[in-house]
RNA sequence: AGGGAUGUGGCCAAGUGGUAAGGCAUCUGGUUUUGAUCCAGUGUACCGCAGGUUCGAAUCCUGCCAUCCCUGCCA
């Protein structure tokens, strides 16, 4: 038994062994993380990497963790994401400290900051354009070169910033920069821009606004105000941090050896998917996929629609670790992860996909009978449950073949017998194909096999599943594939181009009557075939979406 | 000679001078009324390459190579 502030074991890595190191050397006392989306999208499962990150490391810590809408940029944002985000944190089972924060409830604050810096000559506005200060920029090879206004005296900036506060230039007209060195080898650090103009109202503070700082600018001072210990992001970041730096360190409020520090991890690449916000708001848009949730989008409201589990999701995050080597995971972890999960909750059942008909000729009963079979063979506990069985039955067309192929295959073919998952041994005796093409089995049972190996000692090693017809549910099966046919679709020119034209297919089939009342989003086992969940959105009728395939050996080997 | 990073088995990833953890995948057996699960076993890893320091190097030094990121008034 776990005492109730030990942790599970949870694999080293980088920032762990920093954090390990400030809280010995008393740097902090306690650790504050955040996590700090801009909402200008749904997440996805490269999100679900840093949130268990940040919110895992401040429970193994006992320390904290924000949920911070990085909002500085009110053409891109909007409440439906702040919504979506805030849902799709909780679903994954992490609660922020106190309440959301938003880098909008600083907007006083790094008013006042941009102040400071002008009044020590270390922040000028400036009236080049965007045109001409990209010209001024230089570039990889060759220094900058300093604006005209670069050196306008403090009083006079101050005045021309209050004036841009006030609404009295038009957008794009100038915008507050940074007086740091236009010859680094940081392109960042070549004066940039900290606050434009925009006339945009702002879903928070609505047309209080008219100025909007810079994300290098606003992340840092919310991360100091925050008391944010350790400010985790992904690899690209990394030279933007000297400007953090910068920023932090002319600031006479924040300029203490406690202050916030960033530290950058390499984001998750997925194979067969694609994770960047510009590309899924494509997929959305162009209507490649069904929505946000769709589920074979990598969103956390596609997966989760898809019946992907907090857990898994969790568990996923740790086996991947964390580390600065730009990666490509293969999804074999991730389905590790979600079976290793659902393999041992989800209660089994019986569905048949692709269905044919299979009719016991000598069964005598006009009436089905009940058999109690285990919801878990591995977990008692789970109970039973009912399921028929009859003269009429439906197989799945992939269990039945009129001549067996070799002597390894140990589904159903005439003459041959096999086990009926559950319930008796049965025999195919002969089929008929009608004119549709529809096939029919007919064969016969071995009443003394249920629960039980025939008596006279012959092996039956192939077992099919089945659903008796007469209380048979229709359903509809919605089976899932990667979503790409390529790993790397961000590689190619037009990753529309390789889309996986079978990433969906529909399926009509049947299910036990039990399943009549499943609960939206409860995930089953379907034995042999994998695992499914109802689907949330369909509102008539039984329609499950298929998370993810059992595990095949036999397949591959053919 | 722009700068910032990274290179450990097929994929992730520990390791921070003492002689290469773990997970996923693979393959092989065993159990099994899910060809699942479970159990046991399975890898000669030139630790990017080449030199050097050291009794000893994945770990330290030098040089080289490869890949990623940086020239938004995006984040």
Known sequence: MNKPHETPERPVNFIRNIINEDLASQKHQTIYTRFPPEPNGYLHIGHAKSICLNFGLAQDYQGRCNLRFDDTNPAKEDLEYVESIQRDVQWLGFQWEGQPRYSSDYFEHFYQSALELIDKGLAYVCFLNADETREYRGNLKEPGKASPYRDTAPQENRALFEKMRAGAFK????????????????????????????????????????????????????????????????????????????????????????????????????????????????????????????????????????????????????????????????????????????????????????????????YPNPE????????????????????FFGRELYIDRADFLEVAPDNKYQRLAIGKEARLRNAYIIKAERCETDDQGRITVYGSYDAATLGKNPADGRKVKGVIHFVEASRAQAAEFRLYDRLFCVPNPSKEADFAQVLNPNSLQVKHGFVEPALAQAPVEQAYQFEREGYFCRDSRTTDGLVFNRTVTLKDTWQQSV
């Open 171 to 362: 957008e794009g007209e100038c915008v507050l920069k940074a007086k740091i060195d236009m010859a680094s080898s940081f392109m960042c650090l070549r004066d940039p821009a900290l606050y434009r103009i925009r006339f945009e109202t702002h879903h928070q503070t609505g047309d209080a606004w008219c100025i909007y700082p810079m994300y290098d600018f606003a992340h840092c001072i919310s991360d100091a105000i925050e008391g944010i210990t350790h400010s985790l992001c992904t690899l690209e970041f990394q030279d933007n941090r000297r400007l953090y730096d910068w920023v932090l360190d002319n600031l006479a409020a924040f300029n203490r050896p406690d202050r916030p520090h960033q530290y950058e991890f390499s984001r998750l690449n997925l194979e067969y998917t694609v994770m960047s916000k510009r590309k899924l708001h494509q997929l959305v848009n162009e209507r490649l996929v069904e929505g946000w949730d769709d589920p074979r989008m990598p969103t956390i409201s596609g997966m989760r629609r898809r019946g992907y589990t907090p857990a898994a999701l969790r568990d996923f995050a740790e086996r991947i670790g964390i580390s600065k080597v730009d990666s490509m995971t293969e999804m074999g972890i991730l389905e590790a992860a979600i079976r290793d999960d659902l393999n041992r909750v989800a209660p089994r059942t019986m569905g048949v996909i692709d269905p044919i008909k299979l009719v016991i000729e000598n």
């Open 368 to 387: 089905p009978e009940v058999i109690f079979a285990p919801v878990h063979p591995q977990n008692e506990a789970m109970g039973k449950r009912e399921i």
